[in-house]
């Protein structure tokens, strides 16, 4: 009887995998079963060859060899994972093999993982596609009832071999072409150097940015009534003319307020959209402070380890019909703990998808991240899982909820022959906002008109006034990008663009700016991994070695215009409108180009942040940076590639300002340092922390029997929570 082999991407998948399709025997590097062989790559096993493999003179850089245009890519096996892939190919090759079933993750580079494997394997076997979005045991089950044919997928291979080998011909070139004519450590690429770009004009947006002061008049009547001046013709609140601010004030002194509209209207406000990628992880760093990668990172463990959300790389906040009538079964999983109140109301009535998170036209690859069916352990979670699981669940409830209905009131009154507005808002039913504890951050902005409660007014009455007063307030620059705020930017960066026209703005609009879900998290960790961009608090700026590199790289290569053009053609590929081998073969003169444009440059480089500090290991001097997590020395000479640890930045808390302490020194000698001034030695720092941990145990117990408690979620160990009462009670 003939076998199927089943490609995963992961071990942790192949053996849910394994476990589903009964394949029980365990053998090194795969499951076997009657009917299927399990086996995983361990992320990519098969990579594009580097350039010496090509020709051995390019094992030294040399500005004279560029570019480098291979005329067929070739593939190799990545030596650390070498075995695995030997273990994959003789379960492909096996005679009782018959047909292929790739599992790997279910976007683009997924498809890549896969099939490169298969090509060097040199395999040519029947392949049909396993594309789910959870990887629960039910899931799992589905997906194999509807295996796809693996040829409905080659043109979206076709699209990611392009991708892949347009920034190697790209990036491989401009880097090494940089590189070797400043000798400098400078990289490049079709991402990370318009998202530098953006950086970069931003700061200058700051830095030319000029106050304009802003006045307006405000009304006091009875019951802190506040009337708001609006002007007649444009219906603003505020005007930059503070001389004809200051007469209209003069002409509305000592006048009561005639109300001559009061306009009531029913409104209704759907729950915030599902969670994509970006926004999680927006939300993540916005809340919490956690970086996109960890996000991702978070996310991975939760869909991958816990199966308790769906596929986590996706770029779609909504869900299509089909997952409508799988819902009350996610309502059903996540009634646990805190969420088990909220699931209830749900539950209580049919569950039934609208058009605020249900699009068939606005889902491709996978639907937005919701829960699954699988019922979380959530004691099992630690606190950044049950973080980003807690926005997941909330916003997927929030979803199912009723609208928030509210009267929206705005009442306009004239004083003297000027006009005066006030809004304000009568809550009719809560809806999904009783999910959340908190008031949280509305996609639509804040409105200008301060909201308050109004008193029953008709249209006719007069309002005794108290006084009016002159405000005024001052516009504000741009605030500087953090992590959450840059990943806006990529995904959206039309308003950096000036010079394109309004038809490739459009383009980028649609193409999902720059990069994808999957990849924007790694681009920001690649720019402060090559220290072209650095963290002061919360906020990025760029440091002198990226403002120099914006300087010396190509013009076309910083715009966005250039990865909006890139992911369109890619689109088209994968759609099979476009031939791989044409895009590639343009990418290679544009490439040329770019080699040529830095190789006749006649721009400098020089290190501004150079120390008298030599390399131990080659003797130059090295140059002091500022990296994620703490400052470094790193060599200048970029064969070399020395790096030294001055601090760290750690998790540890000032005890007077309570921002995260610097770890410098070595040895016994280390301290701490606060930016407020604090100093306090590491052997200081834990021998008070081991007095203040006594302390709190006992506290920490109570709190943990609290948790269990509350936590519905699992059988608890009784005899357990008995010994630890016992532990409280001492």
Request: proline share 4%.
């Amino acid at each position: 009887m003939s076998k199927v082999v089943v490609l995963a991407e992961k071990p942790s998948v192949g053996r849910d995998l394994a476990r589903v399709l009964h394949c029980n025997r365990k053998e090194n590097g795969y499951f076997e079963g009657d009917r299927h062989i399990v086996t995983w790559a361990l992320g990519h096993l098969v990579t594009l060859a580097d350039p010496e493999i090509y020709d051995e003179k390019y094992k030294t850089w040399k500005l004279e060899d560029l570019p480098m245009l291979p005329p067929q890519l070739k593939l190799v096996i990545i030596k650390q994972t070498g075995k695995q892939f030997h273990t994959v190919k003789a379960q492909l090759a096996r005679k009782d093999v018959s047909e292929i079933v790739i599992a790997t993750d279910a976007g683009r580079e997924g498809e890549l993982v896969a099939r490169w494997i298969i090509e060097k394997a040199n395999v040519n076997k029947p392949i049909k596609r396993l594309w789910i979005s959870s990887v629960t045991d039910k899931a799992i089950k589905e997906g194999f009832s509807k295996l796809r044919p693996g040829k409905e997928y080659e043109n979206l291979y076709a699209s990611a071999v392009a991708r892949a080998e347009v920034d190697w011909l790209v990036g491989i070139n401009a880097t090494r072409a940089l590189t070797c004519k400043y000798n400098a450590q400078l990289s490049c690429g079709r991402v990370q150097t318009p998202t530098l770009a953006i950086i970069a004009a931003r700061e200058e947006e700051i830095k030319t940015f000029k106050p304009r002061e802003f006045y307006g008049i405000t009304a006091n009547g009875a019951n802190n009534l506040k009337l708001m001046w609006q002007d007649k013709k444009t219906k603003n609140t505020r005007t930059f003319d503070k001389e004809s601010c200051e007469k209209l004030l003069a002409t509305v002194k000592n006048k009561n307020a005639e109300v001559i509209e009061v306009d009531k209207a029913y409104k209704k406000k759907f729950s915030p959209s599902l969670y994509d990628l970006t926004e999680l992880q927006r939300d993540g760093n916005r809340l919490f402070g956690y970086s996109p990668k960890e996000t991702t990172s978070i996310m991975q463990r939760l869909y991958e380890n816990y199966k308790v959300l769906t596929y986590p790389r996706t770029d779609s906040r909504y869900i299509s019909t089909d997952i409508v009538d799988t819902l009350k079964d996610r309502v059903k999983a996540c009634a646990v703990g805190p969420y088990s109140k909220m699931a209830a109301a749900i539950l209580r009535k049919p569950i039934k998808g609208n058009s605020s998170f249900v699009d068939n036209s606005k889902v491709s690859d996978h639907h937005a991240i919701i829960p699954t069916e699988q019922m979380p352990m959530l004691s099992s979670m630690n606190d950044m899982e049950r973080k980003i699981y807690d926005l997941v669940v909330k916003r997927f409830l929030a979803a199912l909820y009723p609208p928030f209905e509210y009267e929206q009131i705005t009442l306009k009154a004239q004083i003297g022959s000027e006009f005066f507005v006030a809004t304000g808002k009568t809550i009719l039913a809560q809806g999904w906002k009783e999910v959340y504890e908190h008031a949280i951050e509305e996609e639509d902005g804040k409105e200008d008109m301060v909201e308050q409660l109004l008193p029953s007014i008709q249209k006719g009455d007069v309002l005794p006034i108290s006084s009016v007063v002159l405000t005024k307030g001052e516009t504000k620059p741009p605030a500087p990008f953090n992590e959450g705020t840059l990943l806006s930017a990529m995904e959206n960066p039309v308003r950096y663009m000036s010079n394109e026209s309004e038809a490739l703005k459009k383009t980028i609009g649609e193409t999902g700016g720059l990069g994808t879900v999957a990849t924007r998290a790694d681009v920001i960790e690649k720019l402060f991994n090559s220290f072209l961009i650095e963290k002061n608090g919360k906020n990025i700026f760029i440091t002198a070695k990226g403002k120099q590199l914006l300087s010396l790289v190509p013009e076309e290569l910083k715009s966005p215009a250039l990865t909006a053009q890139w992911e369109q053609k890619l689109g088209y590929i994968s759609k099979g409108s476009l031939n791989k081998n044409l895009f590639i073969n343009d990418m290679k003169k544009y490439a040329q180009a770019v080699v040529t444009d830095i190789k006749n440059s006649q721009d400098k480089f020089r290190h501004d942040n150079l120390t008298r500090t030599k390399c131990p290991e080659c003797g130059k001097f090295m140059l002091e940076v500022n990296g994620k997590k703490g400052k470094m020395l790193v060599c200048q000479d970029r064969e070399c590639g020395h790096r030294k640890n001055l601090s760290i930045l750690t998790n540890a808390r000032c005890s007077t300002c309570h921002k995260k302490l610097e770890l410098r020194g070595e040895g016994e000698g280390q301290i701490f340092v606060c930016s407020c001034g604090y100093r306090e030695k590491l052997s200081a720092f834990n021998e008070r922390k081991k007095k203040e941990s006594t302390k709190s145990s006992k506290g920490e117990v109570a709190k943990f029997l609290r948790e269990q408690k509350q936590a519905d979620d699992g059988p608890f160990n009784s005899a357990m929570a008995e010994a630890l009462s016992k532990l409280q009670l001492k």
